[in-house]
């Protein structure tokens, strides 16, 4: 086993640039220790939530600096397992229903474990409010932002349908499928032209091309990005700026990118097939 083994389920050009340079290579550095071992990716999907929570404790004395430093230590720690446990997944062939819908409740679980140390520091009812609707927009911006990542990968590889996971009985590994094909189901026109297409290798490559950009945009709805700006505005003296980040800039950043991808879809289903070199062209 090497240590520079190649994650051929990310598309690089729509990547968080720390996820390129820094938690993704730390992650892969540390996979064949990890491997070597057995340990398993819901074990490591559990130890991520364990420095989330330690990172929570850490952001309660947020007013201290040096704790504001070892909250974003222990959260970039954190980055590390969740990208982790998804290659250990892959190398393994281990994935499963259970261990993706742990991995999602491990990756919220630690930002709602945070949202509760911070309103518990700040102490009023005005904070809380401000900590549940944040809350409630990083659960729908997330979700879209996700689904929208997995069709654009699944496009690039010229796959139409949805790839959907195997079916569970589990009532709440049903509703997170729901939630995560949700608009998988609101963009089946253009999955169906691909799938229809006289040369879907041709569309998909175009598709890229093109989507790539509103798909960079939406990178700033990452944990990643969520990640330093909660730091930055505890560093700041003042956690409320992050949540307001969540509920204007981030939400504009969301519909903007959404529109964004629709429009892209809509022009290629539309144009002459024989037009998509020169679309993709004049995009450069």
């Avoid at 892209?264 to 998509?276: A, G, I």
Wanted: glycine share 8%; hydrophobic share 50%; aromatic share 10%.
């Amino acid at each position: 086993m090497t240590l520079s083994i190649p994650d051929l389920s990310r598309d690089r050009r729509i990547e968080d640039p720390t996820n390129l340079w820094i938690i993704h290579p730390a992650a892969r550095r540390l996979l064949p220790w990890f491997l070597k071992r057995g340990i398993s990716a819901n074990a490591v999907s559990l130890a991520g939530l364990a420095l989330g929570l330690s990172a929570a404790l850490a952001y309660t004395q947020w007013k201290i600096w040096a704790f504001a430093i070892v909250g974003l230590l222990l959260s970039v720690g954190w980055l590390v397992a969740d990208g982790l446990d998804g290659m250990i997944a892959r190398a393994t062939g281990t994935a499963s229903p259970l261990g993706r819908v742990l991995d999602g409740l491990c990756d919220h679980g630690v930002f709602i474990l945070i949202y509760v140390s911070l309103a518990l520091s700040i102490g009023t009812l005005e904070g809380w409010a401000l900590a549940v609707a944040a809350g409630v927009a990083h659960m729908v911006q997330s979700n879209l932002y996700e689904s929208e990542r997995a069709r654009f990968h699944r496009r690039c590889k010229a796959v139409a349908m949805i790839a959907r996971p195997a079916p569970s009985r589990n009532p709440l590994v049903q509703l997170y499928d729901y939630g995560w094909g949700m608009l998988d189901r609101v963009a089946a026109r253009f999955d169906d032209a691909l799938a229809h297409h006289h040369a879907p290798s041709d569309l998909a490559a175009t598709y890229g091309a093109l989507a790539a950009r509103p798909m960079r945009l939406m990178s700033l709805l990452s944990a990643n990005v969520r990640v330093y700006a909660i730091f930055l505005a505890c560093f700041a003296g003042n956690p409320r700026l992050f949540w307001w980040f969540e509920l204007v800039p981030l939400n504009i950043i969301l519909i903007f990118g959404l529109f964004q991808h629709r429009i892209v879809e809509n022009r290629l289903r539309t144009v002459p097939e024989d037009s998509f070199q020169q679309i993709k062209g004049s995009n450069k």
